[in-house]
């Protein structure tokens, strides 16, 4: 429920990408002794293993922002954080004070030569498909756009936010798209439906335990009566 929780939070995230649990059968293991005349039943549970994430792509969103940037298919944005470098989809970028390429939080955006910086001569901010900014004032760079050998080993830092271990790859030919926003991939008619369905069991496994408390009372009391 926490997990579909924060999915159904997040629908309105730009870049977030929907999580899920995985569950596996688990076999409780039976007593070593073997002198009972009965042998231990094979008992099976299950057991949430891991949170998945679904790296697949969001709905793309025309928004007319010139600073507003998705990627099309694989990569990810570069920014720089306090502690350290971290990887987004998540391409809501704006200018601060000092006029650098800043994502919503503030971090900088990185190019392939550093942190995006613009001056006030620089108006008419085009952005092409390969991530080459350029403005009136001339080239500013190229946005610095990464993948990696598994997205699958990204640890989530926040909503939008990944980090890994792994080596980035700048990508030579990204693709991406100047004006559009990449939205959560959050299916929200799907999780709305586990959401009941999860409330459902609860309500269920909460009910049968009540149950087997309350025969387990009467038995107590049968048990205890003395006959007349």
């Not at 999580?19 to 039943?41: H, I």
């Not at 790296?55 to 990569?75: C, E, R």
């Not at 613009?118 to 009136?136: P, Q």
């Not at 989530?156 to 990944?162: N, R, V, Y």
Request: hydrophobic share 40%; net charge negative.
């Amino acid at each position: 429920m926490d997990v579909i929780a924060n999915n159904v939070a997040n629908l309105g995230t730009t870049g977030f990408k929907a999580e899920t649990v995985k569950f596996e059968e688990y076999l409780m293991p039976e007593a070593e002794w073997t002198a009972d005349r009965f042998q231990d039943r094979e008992m099976s549970y299950v057991q949430d293993v891991a949170t998945l994430r679904d790296y697949s792509p969001g709905a793309m969103v025309q928004t007319g922002s010139p600073l507003d940037v998705a990627i099309n298919g694989k990569g990810w944005f570069v920014v720089n954080t306090p502690d350290g470098e971290r990887y987004t989809r998540n391409g809501a970028f704006l200018l601060n004070q000092a006029g650098e390429l800043v994502t919503s939080e503030g971090y900088q955006v990185l190019g392939e030569s550093g942190p995006m910086i613009f001056g006030t001569e620089d108006t008419g901010v085009s952005i092409a498909s390969d991530g080459t900014v350029s403005t009136a004032a001339g080239n500013k760079g190229r946005l610095r756009v990464v993948e990696f050998e598994t997205d699958m080993a990204l640890r989530p830092e926040g909503t939008s936010l990944f980090t890994t271990d792994q080596t980035a790859t700048i990508m030579t030919q990204p693709r991406v798209a100047q004006g559009v926003l990449e939205k959560s991939n959050v299916q929200p008619i799907a999780e709305i439906s586990r959401m009941i369905e999860v409330n459902r069991a609860y309500q269920s496994l909460a009910s049968m335990m009540e149950k087997s408390d309350q025969l387990r009372r009467n038995a107590i009391n049968n048990l205890a009566e003395i006959p007349a």
